[in-house]
């Protein structure tokens, strides 16, 4: 009997989990601050994408070392980082920006690409 009540148990346990997804789970409290690129996207840009994108790199072709160069690919960079996990083209290469992340890049645009 003791069995059956711990097998019971155990079963209303495992079934009462419930399983939930990063997006489900993350913070989605809206920016309300100005986004810059100076304070919050260029170091988005040094940790995730100057190894490839800066001189010796390899895409330098496409460098991402300054302001202008970042700002006048802005929809080109928001449609890498937003592509799904598998595609080729996501960026960055081995990895993804955080939901949060992703959304500073989409708040910079939409508060016009403020430099400072």
């Known amino acids: 009997m ?7 148990g155990l079963i209303l346990f495992i079934t009462s989990c419930e399983s939930r997804t990063y997006e489900e789970i993350s913070d989605h409290t809206p920016i ?14 040094i940790a995730n994408c100057i190894s490839c994108h800066s001189a010796g790199g390899s ?3 496409k ?3 300054n302001y202008n160069q970042v ?3 802005i929809d080109n960079i ?3 980082i937003q592509r799904p996990n598998g595609d080729p083209q996501k ?6 920006l955080s939901a ?12 016009g690409l403020v430099e400072n």
């Not at 601050?33 to 988005?44: D, F, G, L, N």
């Not at 960026?91 to 993804?96: D, E, L, R, V, Y």
């Open 2 to 8: 003791k069995k059956i009540i711990y097998i019971a």
């Open 63 to 65: 460098p991402f070392t």
């Open 71 to 73: 700002k006048n690919e």
């Open 91 to 96: 960026m960055p290469q081995g990895g993804s």
């Open 59 to 61: 895409a330098s072709y």
């Open 100 to 111: 949060n992340e992703i959304n500073i890049f989409k708040k910079w645009k939409a508060d």
């Open 32 to 45: 309300t601050e100005t986004v810059s690129y100076k304070t919050a996207i260029q170091p988005m840009m």
């Open 78 to 80: 928001l449609d890498r």
